[in-house]
T-cell receptor, first 119, second 110 residues
Framework: GAVVSQHPSRVICKSGTSVKIECRSL??????MFWYRQFPKQSLMLMATSNEGSKATYEQGVEKDKFLINHASLTLSTLTVTSAHPEDSSFYIC???????????????FGPGTRLLVL | DAKTTQPTSMDCAEGRAANLPCNHS???????VYWYRQIHSQGPQYIIH???NNETNEMASLIITEDRKSSTLILPHATLRDTAVYYCIVRVVGYSTLTFGKGTMLLVSP
């Protein structure tokens, strides 16, 4: 299957600072990328959907000014957690959608995740 | 997207087949069935998906009932590395995102 990478894999930061997470599709072009968040012992929750070259669409309850998403190219999306607080500590996972055969065989691939700890 | 129902947990002996069921009784005609798994502290891994025909790849087989109201993911020879949470998701291709439920925690034991 296609490969999606994330960097960094884990980050520790002080409260009030900003953290940027990169997501790359390594062997395919992704017109759509997704950002999820997962708290301990819970399932993945979609935060936002981003299409290359346009503004991201955020899920209800997710602050767009706090979680800045940039999808500047077909292989790169970034999530910046601004003014991070301890409650932002979580496992952040990106995903990229690959379309084949005219869109009928569509698969979404996930990165390995970034564990954020805000002190 | 249609909702899915999966058992909370299942056990399987190493080397045996693991059969993971999923109910999706309200599935629509244009919704695909997707299976992902998440090993602890990793991102979800795509396994397989299908519309109405049975599908097989190097990881697993997907059996969809004729009325499409349920499906079964089969891992033919489970190994300890297959211990993970398995998610069954139905969605319309091109029109919706993947929404994760609680999945089935599969524990493969020696």
């Amino acid at each position: 299957g296609a490969v999606v990478s994330q960097h960094p894999s884990r980050v520790i930061c002080k409260s009030g600072t900003s953290v940027k997470i990169e997501c790359r599709s390594l062997d395919f072009q992704a017109t759509t990328m997704f950002w999820y968040r997962q708290f301990p012992k819970q399932s993945l929750m979609l935060m936002a959907t981003s299409n290359e070259g346009s503004k991201a669409t955020y899920e209800q309850g997710v602050e767009k000014d706090k979680f800045l998403i940039n999808h500047a190219s077909l292989t790169l999306s970034t999530l910046t957690v601004t003014s991070a607080h301890p409650e932002d500590s979580s496992f952040y996972i990106c995903s990229a959608r690959e379309r084949l055969a005219g869109g009928l065989r569509e698969t979404q691939y996930f990165g390995p995740g970034t564990r954020l700890l805000v002190l | 997207d249609a909702k899915t129902t999966q058992p909370t947990s299942m056990d399987c002996a190493e080397g045996r087949a693991a059969n993971l069921p999923c109910n999706h009784s309200t599935i629509s005609g244009n919704e695909y069935v997707y299976w992902y798994r998440q090993i602890h502290s990793q991102g979800p891994q795509y396994i397989i998906h299908g519309l109405k025909n049975n599908e097989t790849n190097e990881m697993a087989s997907l059996i969809i009932t004729e009325d499409r109201k349920s499906s079964t993911l089969i891992l033919p020879h489970a190994t300890l590395r297959d211990t993970a949470v398995y998610y069954c998701i139905v969605r319309v291709v091109g029109y919706s995102t993947l929404t994760f439920g609680k999945g089935t925690m599969l524990l493969v034991s020696p």
